[in-house]
T-cell receptor, first 112, second 112 residues
């Protein structure tokens, strides 16, 4: 089934540890995004990529890094996790600028 | 700067009654507008979008929204709700920079 796959679905992580959230899409979309969803704050953009080889910072990029080596994959890395990074993380993609975004099922991350 | 305001964090409504979920945005440039729905423990699914043309937009599941440029609003409506409409609803705007900005969400609860 075409779409976006995120892994893992949930994770408990010790503070200070490094963690990479994986995101793969098979729709050949140019643009990809990472959001975090927190109660009362909605979804906030962490990083985005308009096309393979390019990335940009969103609203809340601190503590996160991304790479876009190819069209399909857009991993999000927490270099040294902190409890404030406890959240639900969603990866999304869109075919072109300003078209609708398609979302993965999310990764629930708890940093303790 | 741009922002999205969803005026109601929670909306309870009886089954088969009409509902309106409010969304206002602020932007100094033209935007594209979206409504997404999120069912429990799932990702976001597109309900409808406004890119251009008719200001009344029809989406899936009987929802519609009207773009009002003078009031910078994009309210979501449904004439008769069902139990299955219970979910979180997010309004979003997109700029030419290919970034989506989301509101904080409205929790719709349909009461039998």
């Amino acid at each position: 089934i075409a779409g976006i796959t995120q892994a893992p679905t949930s994770q408990i992580l010790a503070a200070g540890r490094r963690m990479t959230l994986r995101c793969t899409q098979d729709m050949r979309h140019n643009a990809m995004y990472w959001y975090r969803q927190d109660l009362g704050l909605g979804l906030r953009l962490i990083h985005y990529s308009n096309t393979a080889g390019t990335t940009g910072k969103g609203e809340v990029p601190d503590g996160y890094s991304v790479s876009r080596a190819n069209t399909d994959d857009f991993p999000l890395t927490l270099a040294s996790a902190v409890p404030s990074q406890t959240s639900v993380y969603f990866c999304a993609s869109s075919a072109m600028m300003n078209t609708e975004a398609f979302f993965g099922q999310g990764t629930r991350l708890t940093v303790v | 700067a741009q922002s999205v305001t969803q005026l109601d964090s929670q909306v309870p409504v009886f089954e088969e009654a009409p509902v309106e979920l409010r969304c206002n945005y602020s932007s100094s440039v033209s935007v594209y507008l979206f409504w997404y729905v999120q069912y429990p423990n799932q990702g976001l699914q597109l309900l409808l979008k406004y890119l251009s043309g008719s200001t009344l937009v029809k989406g899936i599941n009987g929802f519609e929204a009207e773009f009002n440029k003078s009031q910078t609003s994009f309210h979501l409506r449904k004439p008769s709700v069902h139990i299955s409409d219970t979910a979180e609803y997010f309004c979003a705007v997109s700029l030419t920079g290919n970034q989506f900005y989301f509101g904080t969400g409205t929790s719709l609860t349909v009461i039998p």
